[in-house]
């Protein structure tokens, strides 16, 4: 195989594994409860609740945040840059930090739904999700 084809190759690869990621379902992300944390100046609490649709995924995104995660149903499959990707059970927790890059958020599974819920430690006015371009 020529490096030319050989190079053309592995570009269709990749485009087809953005293209798969892109046209995953997205999670359902429902905002469970924001308190204000007075001790804290500018910052609150955030909490939500994440269901991923069979197959579904995130974007790569970031927090700006400390995000706490706790999976309740199903398996999730986490990665930060830099860092090993990992699957997640019922019970077993995930941590972001608010310079932490997620490029892998995932279900693990084709046809069961999972979910979670998500803590975040944040200033207040800032999305709890930001995208990375």
């Given at each position: 195989?020529?490096?030319?084809?050989?190079?053309?190759?592995?570009?269709?690869?990749?485009?087809?594994?953005?293209?798969?990621?892109?046209?995953?379902?997205?999670p359902d992300v429902r905002e469970?409860?924001?308190?204000?944390?007075?001790?804290?100046?500018?910052?609150?609490?955030?909490?939500?609740?994440?269901?991923?649709?069979?197959?579904?995924?995130?974007?790569?995104?970031?927090?700006?945040?400390?995000?706490?995660?706790?999976?309740?149903?199903?398996?999730?499959?986490?990665?930060?840059?830099?860092?090993?990707?990992?699957?997640?059970?019922?019970?077993?927790?995930?941590?972001?930090?608010?310079?932490?890059?997620?490029?892998?958020?995932?279900?693990?599974?084709?046809?069961?739904p999972a979910k979670f819920v998500?803590?975040?430690?944040?200033?207040?006015?800032?999305?709890?999700?930001?995208?990375?371009?």
């Amino acid at each position: 195989m020529t490096s030319r084809l050989f190079l053309a190759l592995i570009a269709c690869v990749a485009l087809a594994a953005g293209l798969a990621q892109a046209a995953a379902p997205q999670p359902d992300v429902r905002e469970v409860m924001t308190k204000e944390l007075s001790d804290l100046p500018g910052k609150e609490g955030l909490m939500l609740t994440v269901t991923y649709p069979p197959g579904g995924a995130d974007e790569i995104h970031r927090h700006d945040a400390h995000a706490f995660v706790y999976v309740l149903e199903g398996s999730v499959v986490m990665q930060l840059k830099g860092g090993q990707e990992v699957t997640l059970k019922p019970g077993e927790t995930f941590y972001e930090g608010p310079q932490d890059i997620h490029i892998v958020g995932r279900n693990a599974s084709t046809t069961r739904p999972a979910k979670f819920v998500v803590v975040l430690i944040k200033n207040k006015g800032v999305p709890a999700m930001l995208p990375v371009k």
